[in-house]
């Protein structure tokens, strides 16, 4: 069931966002949120949860929270793959790159041409096997190594 003045403030949301204004986006997603809540409505629309976690995430520092929101929403709507993308850069925005990247693959294959998606990962690159896959990637020889293979000076 759609709640007519929750549906206008997502819309109103999703306009300020596109526009860059994210924390004023962030107030009308959570409106919808509420009043969805004030007009009874059990579950609110997994795209309202979906976005206000991205702005959470984008504002505050709230990564958790806004991953809990964005985590609702997929397992409300599951077959959304814009759902799949909020929270991958949510997770991303989280410092949780493997997640991301798991949670972004399951959007593109529910829709392989996710335009959204598709510069996501592109965005974030393709990593290489590390210098010595016996150790593990976070293995201080194998950060030097691949520091010294990249020309990184970190």
């Known amino acids: 069931m ?16 596109e526009q860059g204004h994210e924390r004023v986006a962030m107030a009308f997603f959570e409106a919808a949120i509420e009043l969805e ?4 409505v059990p579950k609110p629309q997994a795209r309202y949860l979906s976005c206000y976690g991205l702005c959470l995430a984008i504002v505050g520092d709230r990564k958790h929270e806004a991953a809990k929101f964005c985590r609702e929403a997929v397992e ?3 077959y959304n793959p814009d759902l799949h993308w909020n929270l991958g850069r949510v997770l991303l925005a989280a410092d949780r790159r493997r997640d991301a990247h798991n949670v972004l693959m399951r959007g593109l294959r529910l ?9 996501q990962l592109r965005r974030m690159g393709i990593r290489r096997r590390p210098p010595l896959p016996i150790l593990d990637r976070g293995n201080p020889v194998n950060v030097f190594l691949g520091r010294m293979r990249n020309g990184s000076r970190h």
């Open 2 to 17: 759609l709640v007519r003045g929750a549906e206008e403030s997502f819309e109103r949301g999703k306009a300020a966002l």
């Open 111 to 119: 829709q392989p041409d996710h335009a959204g998606i598709i510069q």
């Open 37 to 40: 809540k004030r007009a009874g």
């Open 76 to 78: 409300l709507e599951g």
